[in-house]
Nanobody, 124 residues
Framework: QVQLVESGGGLVQAGDSLRLSCAAS????????VGWFRQAPGKEREFVTY????????YYADSVKGRFTISRDNAKNAVYLQMNSLKPEDTAVYYC?????????????????WGQGTQVTVSS
């Protein structure tokens, strides 16, 4: 069992930056691929990025590529999402999720554990 807690969300202006954190407990994240998803009001939850447990390989949705960076600190059992050049369309609840010993995972159903989410609001 893995418990995940996201933090770092907030209200910012377009062009600002935020850093989200996903803190894990219950198990070490070193053998988990960790993903970030987001859900905007009235929309389906969508994939944002993942970082693989193998070699720290990363993958980004086209909508955030070049602006968002995912990283992990296995010593702190945490994963981070650095979000730069934020846009109003980035407004959403952001969720982290994990899946064990899977090299990559783009779809929600591939993930086993989810956090409760943190709200990010970007004003224009």
């Amino acid at each position: 069992q893995v418990q995940l807690v996201e933090s770092g969300g907030g209200l910012v202006q377009a062009g600002d930056s935020l850093r989200l954190s996903c803190a894990a407990s219950g198990r070490t994240l070193s053998t988990y691929t960790v993903g970030w998803f987001r859900q905007a009001p009235g929309k389906e939850r969508e994939f944002v990025t993942y970082i693989s447990w193998i070699g720290g390989r990363t993958y980004y949705a086209d909508s955030v590529k070049g602006r968002f960076t995912i990283s992990r600190d296995n010593a702190k059992n945490a994963v981070y999402l650095q979000m730069n050049s934020l846009k109003p369309e980035d407004t959403a609840v952001y969720y982290c999720a994990v899946v064990e010993v899977r090299a990559f995972a783009l779809r929600q159903h591939e993930y086993d554990y989810w956090g409760q989410g943190t709200q990010v609001t970007v004003s224009s």
